[in-house]
C-alpha cells in the first residue's frame, strides 16, 4: 500500500533559518503530492501540491519539488519567521482519493 | 467562498453513548471525506462519500458510520463510543479526485 515517510522531529529554528523537512513516499503508480499544515487548535490548511514528476509546488515562500526518481516531495522555505511555527503533513493520494499522510513533524521558530 | 464547516466544535460523551457530528463541504464540492486524528495513529482515513454514495472505506469498526446528503453535507455517526475514540474528527472536501479541503474538526473526549 501507499505510505510516507517524514523526518523524524521536533524542529526547533531561528527566525531567518532556512528550512528543510524531508519527505518520501511509497506508491503505486502516480501519486499526486501535498504539504498540510496545522496550527494549534486548528484542520489542516493546504500549502502547497504538486501532481506530476518535476512540478514544484510553491507558496508562502515554500516550495516542493516531486522527484520520481527519489521518491521525494522535501519541503523548503529559505528564511523562516515565528508564525511559520506550526505541525508540518507531508500527504500523497493514488488512484482512489484517499489521503495517506506521514506523522508530522512539529516546526518551532523562535525570534 | 466559505470554506468547509463542522460542527459542534467540540464534544464530551461517556462511554457507551453515540454521537453525530456534521460537516459542510465548500459549495460545488460533491466529495466529501472524513478523517481521525490522534496523538498515537496519527492521521487515519474514515471513509469518503460522493454524490451520496460511500466510495472509499478506511480500515475501521462497524461502530463508524456515515452517510451524505443531496446537497452534499454529511454526517458521521459512532456508536457505542469507547475511551479510544477521543480524536479530532476533521472532514474534507473536494472538487475532484484530487485536492482537499479541511474544515477546522470536531474535538470529541469520550470519558
Known amino acids: 500500500g501507499n505510505s510516507v515517510t517524514q523526518m523524524e522531529g521536533p524542529v526547533t529554528l531561528s527566525e531567518e533559518a532556512f528550512l528543510t523537512i524531508n519527505c518520501t513516499y511509497t506508491?503505486?503508480?502516480?501519486?499526486?503530492l501535498f504539504w498540510y499544515v496545522q496550527y494549534p487548535g486548528e484542520g489542516l490548511q493546504l500549502l502547497l501540491k504538486?501532481?506530476?514528476?518535476?512540478d514544484k509546488g510553491s507558496n508562502k515562500g515554500f516550495e516542493a519539488t516531486y522527484r520520481k526518481e527519489t521518491t521525494s516531495f522535501h519541503l523548503e522555505k529559505g528564511s523562516v519567521q515565528v508564525s511559520d511555527s506550526a505541525v508540518y503533513f507531508c500527504a500523497l493520494t493514488g488512484a482512489n482519493s484517499k489521503l495517506t499522510f506521514g506523522k508530522g513533524i512539529t516546526l518551532s521558530v523562535r525570534p | 467562498k466559505a470554506g468547509v464547516t463542522q460542527t459542534p466544535r467540540y464534544l464530551i460523551k461517556t462511554r457507551g453513548q453515540q454521537v453525530t457530528l456534521s460537516c459542510s463541504p465548500i459549495s460545488g464540492h460533491r466529495s466529501v471525506s472524513w478523517y481521525q486524528q490522534t496523538p498515537g495513529q496519527g492521521l487515519q482515513f474514515l471513509f469518503e462519500y460522493f454524490s451520496e454514495t460511500q466510495r472509499n472505506k478506511g480500515n475501521f469498526p462497524g461502530r463508524f458510520s456515515g452517510r451524505q446528503f443531496s446537497n452534499s453535507r454529511s454526517e458521521m455517526n459512532v456508536s457505542t463510543l469507547e475511551l479510544g475514540d477521543s480524536a479530532l474528527y476533521l472532514c474534507a472536501s473536494s472538487a475532484d479526485t484530487d485536492t482537499q479541503y479541511f474544515g477546522p474538526g470536531t474535538r470529541l473526549t469520550v470519558l
Open positions: 504538486a501532481t506530476k514528476a518535476d
Open positions: 506508491a503505486t503508480g502516480y501519486p499526486s
